[in-house]
């Protein structure tokens, strides 16, 4: 760059100071190009330091760097924030007050930077959340039910075992940030998805077994309220869902249908799935048993947790498969 030149990316925006001091083109000019270079290589620094995970990673890079400026304005040895102006007046020869301004898009870089980093780490908590609130309900409801003391006791453990925990697992296999399984290839994932999901579906198959075999005893209706419709949809919906997932198993058996559109069918059928099966569960909590059983505040804790892991499960699956709009780094 020549000793008469501006870097082409600053905007100036000018208006007249009367009283200014006057300066010559050489020191104008020199000045101006010593700013452009200050401010591109502070802007550049900051967005190394935000791409590397914050200011504390880059203390390397910033002791490194040869303009005592930029060392000054980084924080030099004690690592501190620095704080960088993202616009600065300078005084021309002519007596003009112009205004220096960093580019729109460098800007842009680090907003989308920043809220792609809180995206990934909200995404991060709420999957841990739901791995702790899937397993949880469950030993609550083993505690609340103590299965053995009745043939009834074993259909909420049952139930819970199989729409709250095991088919919650199987569809946080594969979540990017919270998949306690991020070290195997996608086909093992695969595996354990389809072996999880099975095993939801045989805990639900024998759970809702046991429950017609108790109300046939005591002789009582069956499907008479909500939950118990609830219940017996979620269940014929899981066995169809498992037998849809045989076509992605062997996408052979269906070669007229693309593995993509496959993909997207068994996805958006398996959170629906997921769905009916949390609504059984909502609506088993307001059942006499439950209310019975469970009163004041532990009742609405209880029934936030289907309702948190719904929330994750739906924002995984929207965020694969849905096409949803994702924030690039």
């Not at 609830?230 to 169809?240: K, N, R, T």
Request: glycine share 10%; proline share 5%; net charge positive.
């Amino acid at each position: 760059m020549g000793s008469s030149q501006v870097p082409r990316y600053w905007k100036h925006t000018c208006q007249k100071q009367p009283k200014a001091p006057r300066l010559g083109i050489a020191q104008a000019c020199a000045l101006l190009r010593a700013s452009g270079q200050l401010l591109t290589g502070a802007c550049a620094l900051r967005l190394r330091g935000v791409a590397e995970g914050g200011w504390g990673s880059s203390r390397k890079s910033r002791a490194g760097t040869s303009h005592p400026e930029v060392r000054r304005r980084s924080g030099g040895a004690h690592g501190r924030p620095p704080s960088i102006p993202f616009s600065r007046e300078e005084v021309t020869a002519d007596g003009r007050c112009c205004r220096l301004q960093v580019p729109a898009w460098m800007t842009m870089a680090l907003s989308v930077e920043t809220e792609s980093h809180i995206y990934r780490v909200l995404r991060t908590a709420s999957g841990a959340a739901a791995h702790l609130v899937a397993l949880g309900f469950t030993i609550f409801v083993t505690v609340l039910a103590r299965p053995g003391s009745s043939l009834f006791s074993w259909h909420p453990v049952l139930m819970s075992l199989a729409f709250s925990f095991l088919m919650t697992e199987a569809l946080l296999v594969f979540s990017p940030e919270s998949s306690l399984l991020r070290s195997l290839s996608r086909k093992g994932r695969t595996r354990c998805h389809w072996v999880l999901q099975l095993l939801a579906l045989l805990c639900a198959l024998l759970g809702l077994g046991l429950v017609i075999l108790h109300k046939e005893q005591l002789g009582k209706a069956h499907l008479a309220t909500w939950h118990g419709q609830a219940g017996l949809l979620a269940v014929l919906w899981a066995g169809l869902q498992c037998s849809g997932g045989v076509g992605l198993l062997y996408p052979k058996l269906l070669p007229r249908w693309p593995l993509a559109k496959l993909k997207l069918y068994h996805a958006t059928s398996g959170l629906v799935c997921y769905l009916l099966g949390s609504a059984s569960l909502l609506l088993g909590m307001c059942s006499l048993w439950f209310t019975a059983t469970v009163t004041g505040g532990f009742w609405y804790l209880a029934v936030l947790c289907p309702i948190i892991t719904s929330l994750v499960i739906m924002n995984q699956v929207s965020n694969a498969y849905l096409y949803r709009k994702r924030i690039q780094p």
